[in-house]
């Protein structure tokens, strides 16, 4: 798992439990908590897939 994506997947844990944290004390601030773990998702399978494909050619390449 490439660096970014794991960092990522990190901060998508950490987010989720903020928002769930938030959300139980009745805060509404949750809502961007939510938001950020989107974003956070959206990042880890872009790079997911970056390395994935990077990967894919690399072999194609070779053979």
Known sequence: MPRNALYASIVLVLAV???V????KGNW????W???AG???????YYL???RAERAAATAGQG
């Open 17 to 19: 439990t903020a928002a």
């Open 21 to 24: 944290v938030s959300f139980v």
């Open 29 to 32: 601030l949750g809502v961007v």
């Open 34 to 36: 939510i938001l950020m």
């Open 39 to 45: 974003v956070a998702s959206n990042i880890a399978w």
């Open 49 to 51: 897939r970056k390395d």
